[in-house]
């Protein structure tokens, strides 16, 4: 893995569009494993397709990253990303994570696995789950 396949990747995500997601293969292997809090696909088709999904359900959507590091095995990228859930309107919503990144030969990646907290940064924030998630937050939380 080189600096510049992790530069041309994060600069990707960063001005990543509803347009642009037809150029996800250019970067990534055709059986990427994609993984985050909701899906577990693998193939760059099916990636595109939560992309693709991500951009139906939200509005102003955009990833900034904020720290990155390169390990031996994976790359490792620090991301706020901002949005708004479609048809509510208000203030844009935050979620602050990592990507942890493999390359393989040929410099494109072979698996992206974000990890972020969705209960703390989504589902707290809905009507009636959030409730729920709080009390069991405070019940579970040590003292």
Do not use: C, K
């Not at 390359?103 to 696995?113: C, I, M, N, P």
């Not at 907290?117 to 937050?137: F, H, K, N, T």
């Amino acid at each position: 893995m080189t600096h510049a396949a992790l530069d041309a990747y994060i600069a990707y995500f960063e001005t990543l569009t509803p347009e642009t997601t037809a150029r996800l293969g250019e970067f990534v292997t055709p059986d990427v494993h994609f993984r985050d809090p909701f899906n577990d696909v693998r193939g760059a088709a099916r990636f595109r397709a939560v992309l693709n999904h991500m951009f139906q359900t939200t509005e102003d959507s955009r990833f900034v990253v904020t720290d990155r590091a390169i390990g031996q095995a994976a790359s490792y990228v620090r991301w706020n990303y901002t949005f708004r859930p479609r048809g509510r309107g208000g203030p844009a919503w935050e979620i602050v994570g990592m990507t942890e990144i493999a390359f393989g030969d040929a410099g494109r990646v072979t698996a992206h696995l974000d990890h972020w907290d969705a209960a703390g940064q989504i589902y707290e924030r809905l009507p009636v789950l959030g409730s729920l998630m709080r009390l069991i937050r405070r019940r579970v939380a040590a003292a």
